[in-house]
């Protein structure tokens, strides 16, 4: 599978930013999809994810609420909607794959899409 994220960029605080991450190369129907990010000089964290088979979502607690995680069967696109973004939201955002359940470990994920820089300033 491989994976191409996109959308990244630089916002004001309380701004909203659309990140896609589109699919290629197998039939992604039994994969999970998760969002991490990687905030400079931090570990890369689960942000949020989605089962591609009935589109169940997942998120971190500190993205609950303001962030959306959405699929696009048609164009084998998984997005992250993110709303009332906060400088501590700045960060590394990839996109990454992997078949069944969901995991909040990155070591569970054998697939990786590029990462999207997202800058929110004050």
């Known amino acids: 599978v491989q994976l191409q994220a996109s959308g990244g960029g630089m916002v004001q605080t309380g701004g909203s930013l659309r990140l896609s991450c589109a699919a290629s190369?197998?039939?992604?129907?039994?994969?999970?999809m998760a969002w991490f990010r990687q905030a400079p000089g931090k570990e890369r964290e689960f942000a949020a994810g989605?089962?591609?088979?009935?589109?169940?979502?997942s998120y971190a607690d500190s993205v609950k609420g303001r962030f959306t995680v959405s699929k696009d069967n048609a164009m084998n696109t998984v997005y992250l909607q993110m709303s009332s973004l906060q400088p501590g939201d700045t960060a590394v955002y990839y996109c990454?794959?992997?078949?069944?359940?969901?995991?909040?470990?990155?070591?569970?994920?054998?697939?990786w899409g590029q990462g999207t820089l997202v800058t929110v300033s004050s």
């Open positions: 990454a794959a992997r078949t069944g359940v969901i995991s909040y470990y990155l070591r569970h994920y054998p697939y």
């Open positions: 190369g197998r039939t992604i129907s039994s994969y999970y």
């Open positions: 989605i089962r591609w088979s009935d589109g169940v979502t």
